[in-house]
């Protein structure tokens, strides 16, 4: 089955520890996203990564480090996460063709007390 | 900076009846793909109906379908014989042909299926 997968699904922390949220996908995409969802905002792209070794910035990159070593990983790293950082993330692939459907993981949703 | 914009928070319809949800965006490309993404309680993100700009048709799967009119930058989401499992976020996507993996999203209107 095709799909994307994140974990943790939730988590809470704390300001300042250091967090990594997995992501992986099944389907060889060249393609690899994080976005974070914020209520009134929708849903905004933090980094995408075009292949292997190949990353940039999105819409709101600050606070945020990737890293895309391996085609089906794309973790999302939180090096000292600030309330401000409360959301619910999502990762997502894609072929990267025209219409070509952006396949969703199921979100985490990240708390930072 | 392409924009989409979503004007209608909220909407509600009665089972079996037709509802329409607007979406405007602005861009400075002629080609370009748009897409309709649904988020039922579950929060998973799933792809509802898409369109290449350069397509005049408009798009049509099963109950939904869209009307895109290219020089009024408008791309509204029908949804025919609604039902209780429509019940949902709906977001309004847009993609350029350049940065083919970025897209941009509306705020999302919440749909409310009523019995």
């Known amino acids: 089955e095709a799909q994307v997968t994140q974990n943790p699904r939730y988590l809470i922390t704390v300001t300042g520890k250091k967090l990594t949220v997995t992501c992986s996908q099944n389907m060889n995409h060249e393609y690899m996203s994080w976005y974070r969802q914020d209520p009134g905002l929708g849903l905004r792209q933090i980094y995408y990564?075009?292949?292997?070794?190949?990353?940039d910035k999105g819409d709101v990159p600050e606070g945020y480090k990737v890293s895309r070593k391996e085609k089906r990983n794309f973790p999302l790293i939180l090096e000292s996460p600030s309330p401000n950082q409360t959301s619910l993330y999502f990762c997502a692939s894609s072929s990267g063709t025209g219409l070509g459907e952006q396949y969703f993981g199921p979100g985490t949703r990240l708390t930072v007390t | 900076a392409q924009t989409v914009t979503q004007s209608q928070p909220e909407m509600s319809v009665q089972e079996a009846e037709t509802v329409t949800l607007s979406c405007t965006y602005d861009t400075s490309e002629s080609d370009y793909y748009l897409f309709w993404y649904k988020q039922p309680p579950s929060r998973q993100m799933i792809l509802v109906i898409r369109q290449e700009a350069y397509k005049q048709q408009n798009a049509t799967e099963n109950r939904f379908s869209v009307n895109f009119q290219k020089a009024a930058k408008s791309f509204s989401l029908k949804i025919s014989d609604s039902q209780l499992g429509d019940a949902a976020m709906y977001f309004c996507a847009y993609r350029n042909p350049y940065n083919t993996d970025k897209l941009i999203f509306g705020t999302g209107t919440r749909l409310q299926v009523f019995p």
């Open positions: 990564s075009m292949n292997v070794e190949v990353t």
